[in-house]
Every structure is written in C-alpha cells, then in structure tokens.
C-alpha cells in the first residue's frame, strides 16, 4: 500500500516520525512544507509551499492536485498542520481515503486543523478521550507515541 504521509514540519513531523515502525513494509510518499532533518536518511520528501493561510494555500491545492495525479496513494496520514488541509481535500476528490491523528498535545480541544479535518478526513483518530465531545465520530486511540 502507498501511504503518503502528509506534515508540516516539526512537532507534526516527530509524532508522525513515530509512528513509522508500525507502517513498516508500506510504500511511504513523505510530503512537507519545507526541508527537515528530522527525516531518517534517505529520505526525500516531495516539498510543497509553505502556506500560512494565504493565497499559497491555493497554490497547494495544485500541487497536491499533481502529486497525488502522479504518485497516486492509497492512503493519506496526517497530524497537522498547514499542508494537511489542502491534502486531504484533493485526496478525497480522488477518491483516497484521509485518515487524520490529532496530535497528543491537544489534549482538552482540537487544533484548527483538527476542527477542520472533522469535515474532511474519512477516520479521525484522538490520542486523548477529552477530544471526542469536540470532534464526533473520531476514535480515541490512547497516546500512540
């Protein structure tokens, strides 16, 4: 299965970093707003723009647009933040199932990105029970990391 593993960089970055033992033997398509040495070596992500919710975010749709077209996922995972949104919008154009995690430092409300993944995301996933009065119809998981 080709998952491809959407992220800004950083604290989104490293928690979904730590998941990857449990995606062992799936092809991983990294996709990232900017470059990070956080990555395992020989990784190379694909690299989008970095949007702060401007226009770029509309430029991101394009080239997810043209990513996925090319690569074309089984699978998309995400944590957040910024590329995540426009990600999970084409993926679910395309037909590709968008699985969300909300990370563990939401713990008593969910991120924008969260609230907004509510509407996009086909299974929602929360790391702390506080969550699920918030997003309906997401699973709590437990802490994952």
């Known amino acids: 299965m080709k998952i491809a593993l959407v992220s800004s960089i950083g604290g989104h970055l490293s928690e979904l970093l730590e998941l990857t033992p449990a995606l062992a033997g799936h092809d991983l398509l990294w996709v990232t707003n900017d470059p990070s040495p956080l990555l395992p070596p020989g990784v190379r992500p694909i690299l989008v723009a970095h949007a702060e919710r401007d226009w770029k975010v509309l430029w991101n749709l394009a080239e997810f647009a043209a990513i996925f077209a090319r690569e074309r996922p089984d699978l998309l995972l995400s944590m957040g933040a910024g590329p995540a949104v ?30 907004l993944m509510r509407h996009l995301a086909t299974t929602r996933w929360v790391q702390w029970p506080t969550l699920l009065r918030h997003l309906p119809g997401s699973r709590y998981v437990g802490g994952l990391l």
């Open 86 to 115: 426009p990600a999970a919008l084409i993926a679910r154009l395309a037909g590709v199932p968008v699985l969300y995690l909300e990370p563990s430092s939401a713990v008593h409300a969910p991120t924008l990105t969260g609230r």
